[in-house]
């Protein structure tokens, strides 16, 4: 490809035609293809570091809007994962299969289930009061599916929405701890406490925001938008790595509808307006989770070697994030989707 400027997953380079070869990026400088980019912006294809897979539309529209990595979540069966996977032109689909919730008798026994079936990292859901099980799981069991996962080498993921529950899950020494807390703004001690642990966040703005709205139609509760914000400008400026994540998801029983796809764009814009440069931003759904995860380290940028995940728009999204929505082409592992939006 030709014409075009390359943001590499991290900057802006000088790099004008990238080559794809098998499937990847190629040390090579000419193609037997030329396309031409017409003077837009190619990225490295978007990584969704929160998504439910509930239909094979999902797969649709996230690569519409350029993501090509979503990471599920959980909810649906080991057998509809495994049949989203590994379709030509659609978003690679990563998968934790079942999430940890109460009971589980045999926390080591779990965790070896999921690596049997393939997961690419273990999900646990913490919860102070029971909604999703019958009773949330106890500080012990979360602290041994923790050690469990990393014996296997396995990141984990732990749902938290509450001060309480963040700190359940940074004492039980989970990585990354998705969504935030709805209650209030992040106290600084627990801030400090991440930092400490390099926990790393997927904050899924945009639902939270959705359920604090739906949690304000119970009677007496009022709780303030305004916390998300705060909270999402406090983990920027304390440092700790914000990765973007939608939560996307129809299911009946969420507080919220979300798509996929365009919500990741949604969410990256949330970013900005918190205060990431658009730059930050998108890193934050390229190179940031590809260097932090560990198991997707062959993407997120645009170098030779790695994966042929690409995106591109029209215009400038380094300087105007409102660009990524004038999606042109998209490619996942060099196979270019016929889906756009
Ligand atoms: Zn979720």
């Known amino acids: 490809m030709t014409n075009v400027q390359i943001f590499d997953g991290i900057k802006l380079t000088n790099h004008k035609s990238v080559v794809i070869e098998n499937g990847f990026i190629s040390h090579k400088t000419k193609g037997d293809t030329v396309i031409n980019g017409e003077g837009g912006t190619l990225l490295p294809g978007l990584i969704d570091a929160h998504v439910h897979m509930e239909a094979l539309n999902d797969l649709e529209n996230g690569v519409k809007y350029g993501v090509t990595s979503m990471l599920d979540m959980a909810a649906h069966s080991t057998e509809f994962i495994n049949s989203l996977k590994k379709r030509p032109g659609f978003s690679d689909i990563l998968t934790c299969y079942t999430a940890a919730l109460y009971p589980i008798d045999d926390p080591k026994a779990f965790v070896a289930d999921q690596v049997n079936k393939g997961a690419d990292y273990i999900k646990i859901i913490i919860e102070d009061q029971p909604r999703m099980a019958e009773k949330p799981l106890s500080p012990e069991t979360i602290t041994a599916l923790t050690e469990a996962a990393h014996e296997h080498k396995l990141l984990v993921f732990a749902h938290a929405v509450s001060m309480a529950t963040f700190k359940t899950a940074i004492d039980a020494g989970v990585d990354v701890i998705t969504h935030i807390p709805v209650e209030a703004p992040m106290s600084q001690s627990l801030i400090e406490e991440m930092l400490k642990k390099g926990t790393i966040t997927v904050p899924t703005s945009g639902m939270m925001k959705k359920t604090i709205a739906f949690l304000n139609r119970i009677p007496n509760v009022n709780l303030d938008t305004q916390n998300i914000d705060m909270t999402l400008k406090a983990l920027m400026n304390a440092g700790i790595p914000v990765i973007a994540g939608t939560d996307a998801n ?61 995106l591109l728009v029209d215009g400038d999204p380094t300087t105007d994030i409102k660009a990524l929505h004038k999606v042109k082409r998209v490619w996942v592992n060099g196979i270019e989707s016929s889906i756009t939006a």
């Open 250 to 310: 129809h299911a009946p029983f969420a507080p919220a509808s979300i798509d996929h796809g365009i919500g990741l764009l949604d969410e990256i814009e949330a970013f900005v307006a918190a205060g990431m440069t658009p730059v930050q931003a998108l890193q934050s759904a390229t190179s940031l989770p590809a260097r932090l995860f560990g198991f997707i380290t062959d993407r997120g940028m645009i170098k030779p070697g790695l994966r042929a995940d690409l």
